[in-house]
């Protein structure tokens, strides 16, 4: 697992040697996570992106929350990108990561 800490830094190891920056929020992403965007196609900037600022965070009954945001993809299509983070522990720990091209099963209308 690696720990990547807040304060516009990263501390720790990077994921395909692409720096990860959060902004005053700690993640350890576990193994699993960590391997995703390249096996899922999944450029690192959106990974970063939803993790820094998601358009919606979803809270699970099993204490987990969903970060997803819609997001436009190289190919012109629009996907929903979605970061399921345990929040159990300090810091939480992004558990997985994947797109979606099913928006409208997921989205909560606010």
């Given at each position: 697992?690696?720990?990547?800490?807040?304060?516009?830094?990263?501390?720790?190891?990077?994921?395909?040697?692409?720096?990860?920056?959060?902004?005053?929020?700690?993640?350890?992403?576990?193994?699993?996570?960590?391997?995703?965007?390249?096996?899922?196609?999944?450029?690192?900037?959106?990974?970063?992106?939803?993790?820094?600022?998601?358009?919606?965070?979803?809270?699970?009954?099993?204490?987990?929350?969903?970060?997803?945001?819609?997001?436009?993809?190289?190919?012109?299509?629009?996907?929903?990108?979605r970061v399921v983070v345990s929040e159990r522990t300090q810091p939480a720990?992004?558990?997985?990561?994947?797109?979606?091209?099913?928006?409208?099963?997921?989205?909560?209308?606010?």
């Amino acid at each position: 697992m690696c720990i990547f800490e807040t304060l516009g830094f990263i501390f720790g190891s990077t994921i395909n040697s692409h720096p990860i920056r959060f902004l005053q929020v700690s993640f350890y992403i576990s193994k699993h996570a960590e391997a995703q965007p390249e096996r899922r196609r999944i450029p690192i900037e959106r990974f970063n992106s939803v993790l820094q600022s998601p358009q919606q965070v979803i809270e699970q009954d099993d204490g987990t929350r969903i970060y997803q945001s819609q997001l436009l993809f190289e190919n012109g299509k629009t996907y929903l990108l979605r970061v399921v983070v345990s929040e159990r522990t300090q810091p939480a720990i992004v558990m997985t990561v994947y797109k979606t091209n099913q928006i409208s099963r997921y989205w909560r209308l606010e």
